[in-house]
């Protein structure tokens, strides 16, 4: 580095010295500039002021946006399946500063994510979002047994890990799924398969876990669910695709099982999700085609078509976007439905590229105390 690169280096290091000690509002105390920031809900806006604007959106003084979470799984360049000696890991997409940041520990309990007893199928890690964490909920471990005992949960605007109250049975290949801030699992089975499980269901709310109204079989306990939480009920369907399925869903209200309205059932054709409880969307995976269900009339409404939804792996939706994980995990689409017309983009997946996406979230930023990938 010659001379003039040197003091070039320095001067910029010095403004941003400078940058730091101003005010962030010139002539008013920062609790006052604080007050009047925080009514800015544009963060794009702010980050592009100036540093200091910068790094008060990243802080908890700052009311937390919303990011991408992507839970990924490490990929064997010559099997072309996960590498049972690594560790799943989560990234964090920041929609303003358009980069992947890495969630700084992993996750400390370990998924089996292919076993040769299933050459044909891939072993699920199910999570949930839940009042703004991410909770892990079933997996697999070796020897076939759940890999976890009691919730794993990751708070995003704290950057911590913390477990839960212990799950009364442990289970894999369950139903899970959350109905006005209350986490619900359905069916499964343990390290070996036992009825009284398969028809149990359990509800966390609180600091507990209590029993509800068990299922009238074990149907559900043949793979992994994701139960989707709509206007009070929390409805699951036990087949993917066009296939003949069975679904039923239970009323918070009554704490009765019922069947899934039929008009509901017929468009179930892939990964289904819900806005805010109120909206649901699914993606018919064989078609590439994410609709929306009229509750009024009772049908199901194209919303967008496109190639990359086809063989569609999983979908999230929050704040006005939907979010697909696209077929082998290797892409998320991603549908702004806020937008006139839709728009719509495929967002590659986090760095380095032997990892695969299997699972996604939209949830708070991470404070600042971050670890930065690469950028897009």
Not at 143 to 164: E, H, M, R, T
Not at 191 to 205: P, T
Request: with cysteine.
């Amino acid at each position: 580095m010659n001379k003039a690169q040197k003091m070039s280096k320095q001067q910029n290091q010095l403004d941003e010295d400078n940058q730091e000690q101003q005010q962030l509002l010139p002539g008013l105390p920062d609790h006052l500039s604080l007050l009047c920031l925080n009514k800015v809900r544009k963060p794009n806006l702010l980050y592009s002021v100036c540093h200091s604007w910068r790094k008060l959106i990243y802080s908890p003084n700052y009311p937390p946006f919303l990011s991408l979470y992507a839970i990924l799984s490490p990929i064997n360049k010559t099997t072309h399946v996960p590498n049972p000696n690594s560790s799943i890991h989560i990234s964090s997409f920041d929609p303003i500063s358009s980069r992947w940041n890495s969630v700084s520990t992993s996750i400390p309990s370990p998924f089996l994510l292919h076993h040769p007893s299933f050459l044909s199928r891939q072993l699920p890690i199910q999570s949930v979002t839940l009042l703004d964490s991410l909770v892990f909920i079933s997996g697999t471990t070796n020897n076939l047994v759940p890999a976890l005992s009691s919730p794993l949960i990751f708070n995003p605007v704290l950057n911590q890990w913390s477990f839960g109250p212990a799950i009364e049975h442990p289970r894999r290949w369950c139903a899970t799924g959350v109905v006005h801030g209350s986490l619900y699992i359905a069916s499964g089975i343990g390290s070996h398969y036992n009825r009284d499980v398969a028809q149990s269901a359990e509800r966390w709310s609180g600091n507990c876990w209590e029993k509800i109204s068990p299922l009238k079989d074990g149907r559900f306990s043949r793979e992994a669910v994701d139960a989707v939480g709509w206007r009070g009920k929390l409805m699951m369907v036990n087949v993917k695709g066009n296939a003949v399925k069975e679904g039923v869903l239970y009323n918070v209200e009554s704490g009765a099982w019922e069947d899934i309205p039929q008009g509901i059932m017929i468009g179930w054709n892939g990964p289904t999700t819900t806005m805010d409880e109120d909206v649901i969307y699914t993606v018919d995976e064989r078609k590439g085609i994410l609709r929306r269900y009229n509750h009024n009339l009772d049908v199901w409404e194209n919303v967008i078509e496109s190639r990359d939804l086809i063989g569609a792996v999983q979908i999230t939706a929050r704040a006005g976007k939907v979010c697909v994980v696209c077929s082998g995990g290797h892409g998320i689409l991603v549908v702004d439905l806020l937008a006139k017309p839709v728009r719509m983009w495929v967002l590659e997946p986090p760095p380095p590229p032997e990892y695969q996406v299997v699972g996604i979230h939209i949830l708070p930023r991470m404070c600042d105390n971050i670890t930065t990938e690469s950028g897009l």
